[in-house]
């Protein structure tokens, strides 16, 4: 993950840059949706007359990597910032004009894996309208959009790692003539690139129970095996989530104050602790080893 922290008192902003886009495109009477557009340096949608009578589309696909996030951390803030591309490269009466028409556009989380280098309009992952969020009609043909709140789109991702694998965006309305274009992941200026910035949860408590976890014992410590944090009492947390390396829930166990019970199904390695009360987190904790 690439990023830039601004710490204020309470919470870090993180500035997240992608890591893949690609435009995928569909036009008619040309094999174009089974090709692969990993090269296009622009980042949005559009509908335009094809070359042989009927319409030429084009979506976009983009990824931030949001793995260093535990799931179910809360997402206090998160912003997506957008900048105006122009024309792009190709021909017809959106291509060479940049933002044009009744250019609506709606973003959504993809919900299904995708290569960025043979990803196609054909082989298109999914994707799900829960908590999308709808782009006005632009007012210029270059025009930056920042701050476009994707608050509880993030979370989603982050509660759900599996089933989210970065933002898609395509018009409301896909008929011609109507564009909206912004600068991709590989825009000769990396300052117009995408960016996605992040403010989580980070309570002074979390850092506090932080350095209290290494007494954490027994660690390693066996399935089936009880754990406890000595030193320490939560009565008001109810919940521990065991995080795997890929920010993966593998299980929720209820926690009695100080302690709790490594689950015998739970497939050994590593895995950060994660106290919760209801939905909201508490702390997490430095990571303990499970062994057979």
Excluded at 197 to 225: A, C, H
Excluded at 227 to 248: E, H, K, M, N, P
Aim: hydrophobic share 35%.
């Amino acid at each position: 993950m690439m990023c830039l922290s601004t710490v204020t008192s309470a919470q870090a902003i993180e500035q997240i840059l992608s890591t893949k886009d690609a435009v995928i495109g569909y036009h008619y009477g040309i094999n174009s949706a089974n090709t692969n557009y990993n090269s296009a340096d622009w980042y949005g949608a559009m509908s335009q007359q094809g070359n042989h009578g009927g319409p030429n589309h084009a979506r976009s696909l983009i990824y931030f990597d949001l793995t260093a996030y535990p799931q179910g951390t809360p997402v206090d803030d998160a912003t997506l910032d957008l900048f105006g591309r122009g024309p792009v490269a190709g021909t017809g009466a959106a291509a060479t004009v940049g933002n044009t028409g009744a250019n609506f556009c709606v973003i959504e989380r993809i919900t299904s894996t995708w290569l960025d280098y043979t990803v196609t309009w054909n082989t298109a992952p999914s994707y799900t309208s829960i908590n999308s969020v709808t782009l006005p009609i632009s007012s210029q043909t270059i025009e930056d959009y920042e701050g476009i709140d994707v608050t509880d789109m993030v979370q989603d991702m982050i509660n759900a790692p599996s089933t989210s694998h970065g933002f898609m965006i395509r018009l409301v309305v896909e008929e011609p003539t109507r564009s909206l274009f912004f600068c991709g992941n590989s825009y000769s200026d990396p300052a117009k690139r995408p960016r996605l910035n992040l403010k989580v949860n980070t309570n002074d408590m979390v850092e506090s129970i932080t350095r209290l976890s290494s007494n954490l014992f027994p660690n390693p410590v066996l399935r089936g095996q009880n754990v406890r944090l000595d030193g320490a009492f939560f009565q008001s947390v109810d919940t521990i989530d065991l995080i795997d390396t890929q920010g993966r829930l593998r299980s929720s166990t209820a926690w009695s104050g100080s302690a709790f019970i490594v689950p015998e199904d739970l497939e050994p390695g590593t895995y950060v602790p994660q106290l919760r009360s209801g939905k909201s987190l508490f702390a997490r904790l430095k990571p303990i080893q499970v062994i057979d």
